[in-house]
Nanobody, 116 residues
Framework: EVQLVESGGGLVQPGGSLRLSCAASGFTFSAWDMSWFRQAPGKQREVVATISHDGGRTIYESSVKGRVTIFRDNARSLLYLQMNSLKPEDTAVYYC?????????WGQGTQVTVSS
């Protein structure tokens, strides 16, 4: 059974940092590209960042570029999202995701709230 379990969210002041983690199991983690998505209240879920299976390529949504880093530890089946210089508009539930042509798995999400 595929499981994705996010952690690391919380309340942080503007300008602060958080590192999100996603523990993956039930599939060959190192074989698949992985993504972080987020969904703010009243808005559609959007992709934040994607990393290739080997970590060699990363893609970022324009509003987070330069502030966020996606990386992975294939030996431990862990996906990370390091977020710096956080803004109130980064407030959302953050999800990790793995998808292929015949599957699409999500974690339960972790809440990130940026507020003073």
């Amino acid at each position: 059974e595929v499981q994705l379990v996010e952690s690391g969210g919380g309340l942080v002041q503007p300008g602060g940092s958080l590192r999100l983690s996603c523990a993956a199991s039930g599939f060959t983690f190192s074989a698949w590209d992985m993504s972080w998505f987020r969904q703010a209240p009243g808005k559609q879920r959007e992709v934040v960042a994607t990393i290739s299976h080997d970590g060699g390529r990363t893609i970022y949504e324009s509003s987070v570029k330069g502030r966020v880093t996606i990386f992975r530890d294939n030996a431990r089946s862990l996906l990370y999202l390091q977020m710096n210089s956080l803004k109130p508009e980064d407030t959302a539930v953050y999800y990790c995701n793995v998808r292929g042509t015949e599957f699409d798995y999500w974690g339960q999400g972790t809440q990130v709230t940026v507020s003073s």
